[in-house]
């Protein structure tokens, strides 16, 4: 299904809302995501980018402002509409899985299930695709506890690609993750033409994979657009308050950020 994305006039804090009220912690955020876009949410440590995903899955409620999806408010709906809408990989990874990888993954497909539904074979085939597509399928047996971190996180991936979720919504996705699964895994996003919103660190993958970006600083967005747009020098210093040099990358003729280090 298509499925356009709408963050609209956001505003949360944690905690009391009327104590906050004067300077939430995110302030009347707005930002889409086009149906089957790749955008990339940047922005230095503690600017709002987990908060803004966890306002963008009915996880926590925003205190003004919307979000959409194709026109209809996900607080409108049962949270198990959301979990049939929206995957989400978050940058925490939960420890307390007794199961297998194959039995984690198959998580995914509970949102389309009914209570005492068995698994199907069709199910089974999504879940192996799903652990394909991540270069997992060889572990489905191990335990879930016993991977290395940025298998974890793949594994992870997986069970929210078994969800066949119309948005994906992914918490720094590539942090525990080499550089050979690195560009996989922004390759395979890319592929998917899932419409996809990604808190990103490293801002080159960002500027090589994503369609779009948008920049939050202090909770608030204060540039959106194509990495050509939005990755000036003047941006990352005011921003990040860092010094690079920007130019094109001489193979993917996106931007490429090289920071020049202080003595
Ligand atoms: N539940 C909470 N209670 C108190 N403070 C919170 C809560 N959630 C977020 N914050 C604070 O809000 C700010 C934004 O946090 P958030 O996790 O959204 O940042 P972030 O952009 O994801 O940062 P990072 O790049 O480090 O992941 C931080 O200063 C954080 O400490
Ligand atoms: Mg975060």
């Known amino acids: 299904m298509p499925c356009e994305f709408y963050i609209r006039d956001v505003r949360w804090s944690p905690g009391d809302r009327e104590r906050d009220a004067a300077s939430p912690l995110l302030k009347d955020v707005t930002l889409d995501v086009a149906t089957g876009e790749f955008v990339g949410l940047i922005g230095p440590n503690g600017s ?3 908060s803004l995903l966890r306002c963008g899955f009915r996880y926590a409620k925003p205190h003004a402002g919307q979000t959409t999806l194709d026109s209809t408010d996900i607080w409108s709906k049962p949270p198990r509409w959301s979990a049939r ?26 949102p389309h299930k009914r209570l005492l539904d068995a698994d199907t074979h069709q199910d089974a085939a999504i879940v192996a695709r799903a652990l394909d597509d991540v270069g997992m399928r060889q572990a489905s047996d191990r335990m879930f506890l016993t991977l290395s971190g940025g298998e974890k996180q793949r594994v992870l991936l997986a069970r929210a690609l078994a969800q066949q979720p119309d948005v994906l919504m ?10 050979q699964h690195q560009v996989e895994l922004m390759r395979l996003i890319r592929q998917l033409r899932v419409t996809t919103l990604a808190s990103i660190h490293d801002l080159n993958l960002a500027a ?9 600083a202090n ?16 941006l990352l210093r005011r921003v990040f308050q860092v010094e690079t ?16 280090h202080p003595e």
């Not at 090589?208 to 939050?216: E, P, S, T």
């Not at 040099?245 to 020049?260: G, K, N, S």
Request: charged share 20%; glycine share 6%.
């Open 48 to 50: 709002g980018k987990t």
């Open 219 to 234: 909770g608030a967005i204060v540039a959106s657009g194509t990495p050509e747009t939005v990755l000036t020098a003047d």
């Open 85 to 110: 809408h929206i995957a989400v990989l978050l940058q925490e990874l939960p420890e307390d899985f007794g199961l297998t990888v194959e039995q984690v993954v198959k998580i995914g497909r509970t």
């Open 208 to 216: 090589a994979y994503c369609d779009r970006l948008h920049v939050i």
């Open 170 to 179: 992914l918490d720094e996705p590539t942090s525990f993750l080499d550089l």
């Open 245 to 260: 040099i920007v130019d094109t990358h001489p193979v993917t003729l996106r931007p490429r950020i090289t920071l020049i």
